[in-house]
Structures are given as C-alpha cells and as structure tokens.
C-alpha cells in the first residue's frame, strides 16, 4: 500500500499532465491568420479650377477676355490610365467691351472639340484649358487643348478656336503649333492624327 505522499505526488503528476494536454489543445486552436490588407482608392480628383482675364486691343477697341475653368461633376469622368478617376471640366470665355457690356459668353465642354480627338482617347481625357493667343484681323485666336487629365502626363491634342467680330465660333486642329497651346498646362502634344482639318463653325 501506498502511503500518503505517494498519492499526493502521483496526483500531482496527472494534473501536471492533464493542465500540459490542455495547453497544447488551446495553443494548436488558435490559428494566427493575417487579414488582407484593402486597397484603399483615390477619390475622383479634379483637374483644377482656374480663372484668367486678359485685355486685349481688337478691331479699333479694348477688351477684356475672361476665362473660367470649372469641374464639372455632372459630365462622364476622365481616366488618367491607371484607374484614377478624374472630373471633366467646363470652360466658360466671356469677352467684355470697354463699357463693361458683354460681347461673348459661350460655355465649352469637351464635346464641342470631340470630331478632332482620336475616340479612343477622347474617352478617357479631358478639356484642358482654353487660352487666349493673339487677336489676328476679325478674329480673337485661342488655343485649346484636350488630353490626359494626370498633370504629370505630357499627352493632349492641340486645337484652335477663332472667335470673330460677329461672334461665330470656328475650331480646327493646330497644325502649327506657334500658339503655345495652354501654357498653363506645359504639355507635349500627343500623337494623334485625325482625317479632317478643315475649320468648323460650332
């Protein structure tokens, strides 16, 4: 027969044992998993708003040319390539008399330049800017530009806009690139032939 501290130390034992058994089960349970981290996307970012007013002798007066550039939350987003969204814009030119009164106000949006894009690349850009260049006889000439909306991308199409003394609208690509087209962007025109050359009233 046993005698008293044999027992108490065989008890020992098994519970040694038993706490070890359970230590092992709940360590071999929990299973360290990493979460996978979300990408996280951009929000729809937009090009940038800007406005410009440049006087201007024209046709034996003094004017005043105003442009305003604005994102327009309402038209299809612009994609810079890389799944980044962006708002396209609207561009309004107003050209003001001496007396304050107002000779021109016309609203621009992309489409308004959309027979001189490539459609492919029309889809994915945006209207960029319309700058004044120079007043040449009856017509105030602009430079316009459509093209990539990430301000790192060197990509848009160069266009012109004449604006006349009757107040028409003609639009053609700039084949010559003299204009500088939108400075205020500094990009390379992107290579982007289209069949028709030929101005258009709009």
Known sequence: MMNKSGINLIIAVLLALSMTSCKEKKQSDNI?????I???????Q???NYDMTTPVD???STYQVVVERKADHSLPLADDGQGNKYYDNRITVKIIRKDGSSFFNRTFTKDDFAKYVDPLYRKNSALLGIVLDKAEGDNLVFAA???SPDKMSDEYVPLL???SRFGDVAIS?????DTGAVETDGRQPADNPTTDDDE???
Not at 32 to 36: D, E
Not at 38 to 44: A, F, G, H, R, S
Not at 173 to 177: A, E
């Open 173 to 177: 690509k700039d084949t010559q690139l």
């Open 145 to 147: 530009s459509v093209g």
């Open 32 to 36: 360290i998993t990493t979460k996978p």
């Open 200 to 202: 258009d009233g709009v």
């Open 58 to 60: 024209w046709v034996g």
């Open 38 to 44: 979300e990408e996280v996307k951009k929000p729809t």
């Open 46 to 48: 937009e090009v940038g």
């Open 161 to 163: 806009m004449k604006i």
